[in-house]
């Protein structure tokens, strides 16, 4: 029963999908670019950001990657623009801007 | 997946006497399944209470979960199947309308989970007693339901249920149904069968893919985007069209073990009968008494009581009608489309479908637990037979019993 899902897509005929549409992998919830919803923009001024790192727990969408305890700047593919991050910056590091482009 | 195995010989019978509650409470102890999560509610609270003493005396090992609703009992059955436990529940009524959401997630997400329903039905106006408005509410919500006339069919019923669900042409949620109180209730004569030949027919739950696997990632329920829907829903109605032929199939075996045989429904006195009651669950004992009184009487009257509501066996009910003259389809709950009950619905498309255009009469019957007697089922055939041999107008929709 086991599938290989990449080669699933809008065309596939019902018989061959998988039952219940039960998904044979980990992490795919990557490769579906939810940033495309967002109407409002965050973005990161490195200079302002002490790497205090309170935003990223904040992040419904985990869109504010960590390397080696330090912030990078966001992921743009799954950022809602939901502006909880900006709310929490004790530093004003995290300014909101209008529409999709950072 | 399970044991195909086919039986030879059946199984030495154990003579006792048990309510339907106890019946399917003891086919639970004998199949032994891997998590119950229930919450109770009457009349079906005796099963998940049996069960929960069998557990407390070491009898049988199910994991049982209180839950505080039945919103969570389905949610977390759904939650257990899809780890990969063989799981099920009891409810009733109310439970079952506030199971529903999660009644489409089951069979949606193809979880062969089993529900013992105990028929009652819901307000309003409040009231414990059997109908089946709760059942013939949630016939579309993608699950098989079959439907018991007395404790030995709930108990045969549920020893078949896993077998049928789990198959894996099918993989899809069963309801077994039994009338409260009636059935649920009522004490009556019943043939066991011995745990190890249950155990053996049932067999062990081994499904191919479960989220409690390691190295083998899965999934279950994901969000569907347009394109995907339309075909889910076909495969699904696919296998809900399988479980016809595998509700046979399960049937003959267990007629093997147990020398009982089930199919999609019982047809009783009905070979060269001029009119057929239709109906279901424990009214169809009061019906085939009135048949045989009738019967004597040299009337020609038939039962065919149908067991399998879901898949809904369209064709072979216009078959095995083709051959009478009239028809009453009885329905133990009302819907209030102003047209017809639901079997009456089903069943009238189905004749239409068929090129039958024999006289097809829908009374609704029993509701809150009403009584339904042998005389309302000889009335019901008098008047069958006053609109075909007397030509006497009678109305499509008609309740048994009403005042006024």
């Not at chain 2, 073990?257 to 001029?274: H, I, K, N, P, V």
Request: proline letters at 6%; glycine letters at 8%; aromatic letters at 8%.
């Amino acid at each position: 029963m086991r599938t290989d899902i990449t080669k699933i897509n809008e065309k596939t005929p019902y018989q061959d999908l998988t039952e219940g549409l039960m998904v044979f992998a980990g992490g795919t919830a990557k490769l579906f670019k939810t940033g495309e919803w967002r109407n409002n923009t965050p973005v990161w001024d490195s200079e302002k950001c002490r790497q205090c790192l309170l935003c990223t727990p904040c992040c419904p969408d985990s869109s504010i990657p960590v390397m080696s305890g330090r912030r990078g700047n966001f992921d743009y593919d799954h950022c809602k623009g939901c502006g909880i991050c900006a709310n929490v910056c004790p530093f004003g590091a995290i300014t909101m801007k209008e529409g999709m482009e950072p | 997946m399970t044991n195909e195995k086919k039986m030879s010989t059946p199984a030495a019978p154990i003579p006792e006497r048990m309510s339907g509650n106890e019946a399917v409470a003891f086919a639970i102890r004998q199949v032994n399944p891997d998590v119950m999560p229930a919450f109770p509610i009457t009349p079906s609270t005796e099963i998940p209470q049996m069960v929960s003493s069998y557990i407390a005396n070491g009898l049988m090992d199910t994991e049982f979960i209180p839950v505080e609703s039945e919103h969570s009992a389905m949610s977390a059955a759904v939650g257990a199947e899809s780890a990969g436990a063989r799981s099920m529940t009891a409810t009733s009524s109310a439970g079952l309308a506030l199971m529903w959401e999660e009644l489409l997630l089951a069979a949606s997400n193809r979880l062969p989970i089993v529900l013992t329903l105990v028929n009652r039905t819901l307000s309003g106006p409040i009231n414990i007693n059997c109908d089946h408005t709760d059942s013939m509410g949630a016939r579309d919500t993608g699950w098989i339901q079959i439907y018991a006339e007395n404790n030995q069919e709930v108990y045969d019923n549920y020893i078949q249920a896993y077998r049928i669900a789990e198959h894996r042409d099918v993989r899809l949620p069963v309801m077994i149904c039994q009338d409260g109180f009636i059935t649920s209730h009522g004490v009556q004569n019943i043939s066991l069968l011995p745990d190890q030949p249950v155990k053996d027919f049932v067999g062990t739950y081994a499904p191919e893919e479960y989220l409690l696997n390691p190295g083998k990632p899965v999934a279950v329920g994901p969000y569907a985007v347009t394109d995907y829907v339309m075909e889910a829903r076909k495969a699904q109605r696919e296998a809900m069209e399988n479980a016809k032929q595998v509700i046979l199939d399960v049937a003959d075996e267990f007629a093997a073990l147990s020398g009982r045989q089930y199919g999609l429904f019982e047809e009783y006195r009905t070979a060269d009968a001029d009119y057929v009651m239709l109906i279901i669950g424990s009214a169809a004992g009061t019906a085939k008494e009135a048949v045989d009184e009738l019967r004597g009487q040299g009337k020609k009257v038939g039962v065919l009581k149908l067991r399998v509501f879901r898949p809904f066996p369209e064709k072979e009910i216009a078959e095995a009608l083709a051959n009478c003259r009239a028809v009453a389809i009885m329905d133990r709950s009302e819907n209030y489309s102003g047209q017809a009950g639901a079997l009456g619905s089903e069943v009238t498309a189905g004749l239409y479908r068929q090129h039958s255009d024999i006289l097809a009469v829908n009374y609704i019957y029993g509701l809150g637990g009403r009584d339904f007697t042998t005389e309302d089922a000889a009335a019901v055939f008098e008047e069958l037979r006053e609109g075909v041999e007397e030509g006497r107008p009678v109305g499509q929709y008609r309740y048994v019993g009403l005042r006024g």
